[in-house]
C-alpha cells in the first residue's frame, strides 16, 4: 500500500467522500472498503484488523504451499538420470540401448518380425565361446535361413585361424548363410531388413557395451551401402586359405597389424599387449620363417597370402 491509498482508508474511515482522481483498486482488492450500494461514489470502510488476519493466513497459506514444494525438489530431481539419457542419446530416428542384454534382445525383436535379410559385420577378434550360446547363435542363423532371409556375416581375417569359430563359420555356411572376412579394419553393425540398424555407441566411446538402434530411413539406407562396399572388397569363406602351421595366431596378428601399416609401438595398446611382448614375437616369427629383418618378414607374409 501507498500512503495515498492509506489517506484515502482514513477518508473513507471518517465518513468522507474520496477524491476523484483516487484509485481505489487496492484498497478493493484488500477488503478495506467496499462499494456503499445506497451511495455511488462512497464506500464502507472494514477493520483492518480483521483484514490483517486474513492477508496473514493467505500468506501462511502460500508459504505452506511453496515448502511443500521444495521438499519435493530432492525427490524431482532424482528422476534426472532416468531422463536425461533417453533426450541426450535418443531421439525421434534412434534408440540408445544402454547394456548388451538390451541391444540383443531388441535385435531379437526385430529378427522376429525380419523378412527378407540379415546382414552382420563383426570385427571382434575371435574368442572361445560357451558352446550353448554359440548353438544358440547357430540356432538362429537356421531359423533364418528356413524362412527364406538372407543371411551374410563379415569377420575380421582372424577368424580363420581361430578353430573354435571356423568350425562355426563352416557349418553355417553349408545351411545356407554367406560368410565373408576382411583384413581391415571395419565398423560392427547389424542390419535387418534395411529398416533396423544397430551399431555400438560412437557418441560416447567410453561406453563400449552400449550401443544404438537406428531406424532412420535414410541412415539405415545409407549403413546398408556401406556394408555392401565392405562385402564387395571382403574374401568369400570358401575362397579364404588358413596359415600353415609356421606362425602362432598371436604373431599372424602382430603381422596383420603391421601390415595395416599400424606402427610397431602401437601394435601393444591395440592387442592389449605389451612393448616388450610384440618385440619378443616379431623375432620369434622371424626366427620361424628365417627371414633377418622385419622387412623381410613382411616381404614372406605378403607371399604366403595369409588371411
Not at 56 to 70: E, V
Not at 244 to 263: F, N, S, Y
Request: hydrophobic share 40%; charged share 25%.
Amino acid at each position: 500500500m501507498t500512503e495515498a491509498d492509506r489517506e484515502t482508508y482514513r477518508a473513507v474511515a471518517a465518513g468522507s467522500a474520496p477524491a476523484a482522481d483516487q484509485d481505489m483498486h487496492r484498497l478493493l482488492d484488500l477488503g478495506l472498503i467496499t462499494a456503499d450500494p445506497y451511495q455511488p461514489d462512497r464506500y464502507i470502510a472494514h477493520d483492518p484488523r480483521a483484514v490483517a488476519q486474513r492477508v496473514l493466513a493467505d500468506t501462511q497459506s502460500t508459504i505452506a504451499q511453496a515448502l511443500r514444494c521444495m521438499t519435493e525438489l530432492p525427490g524431482i530431481e532424482s528422476l534426472v538420470g532416468d531422463f536425461d539419457p533417453h533426450r541426450w542419446y535418443g531421439g525421434p530416428a534412434s534408440e540408445w540401448l544402454p547394456t548388451r542384454d538390451e541391444m540383443n534382445a531388441r535385435i531379437g525383436d526385430a529378427l522376429r518380425d525380419a523378412s527378407s535379410e540379415m546382414l552382420t559385420a563383426q570385427p571382434g577378434a575371435p574368442v572361445d565361446r560357451d558352446p550353448a550360446v554359440q548353438r544358440m547363435g547357430m540356432d538362429r542363423v537356421l531359423d533364418l535361413v528356413d524362412r527364406g532371409l538372407s543371411v551374410k556375416s563379415i569377420y575380421t581375417a582372424a577368424v580363420r585361424e581361430h578353430t573354435q569359430t571356423r568350425g562355426h563359420l563352416a557349418a553355417i555356411t553349408r545351411a545356407g548363410a554367406e560368410v565373408a572376412t576382411l583384413q581391415e579394419t571395419f565398423p560392427r553393425m547389424v542390419i535387418i531388413d534395411r529398416t533396423h540398424l544397430f551399431i555400438d555407441n560412437h557418441v560416447m566411446a567410453a561406453e563400449r557395451d552400449s550401443g544404438w538402434h537406428v531406424f532412420d530411413r535414410a541412415g539405415v539406407a545409407w549403413a546398408h551401402v556401406v556394408y555392401q562396399q565392405l562385402w564387395a572388397r571382403a574374401e568369400g569363406w570358401q575362397e579364404g586359405r588358413t596359415s600353415d602351421g609356421v606362425l602362432t595366431e598371436r604373431q599372424k596378428m602382430i603381422l596383420r597389424a603391421l601390415d595395416e601399416g599400424e606402427p610397431q609401438q602401437r601394435i601393444g595398446p591395440r592387442l592389449s599387449l605389451s612393448e616388450r611382448t610384440v618385440t619378443k614375437e616379431i623375432a620369434a616369427a622371424r626366427s620361424a620363417v628365417g627371414a633377418k629383418t622385419v622387412y623381410q618378414l613382411m616381404s614372406w607374409w605378403g607371399r604366403q597370402g595369409v588371411e
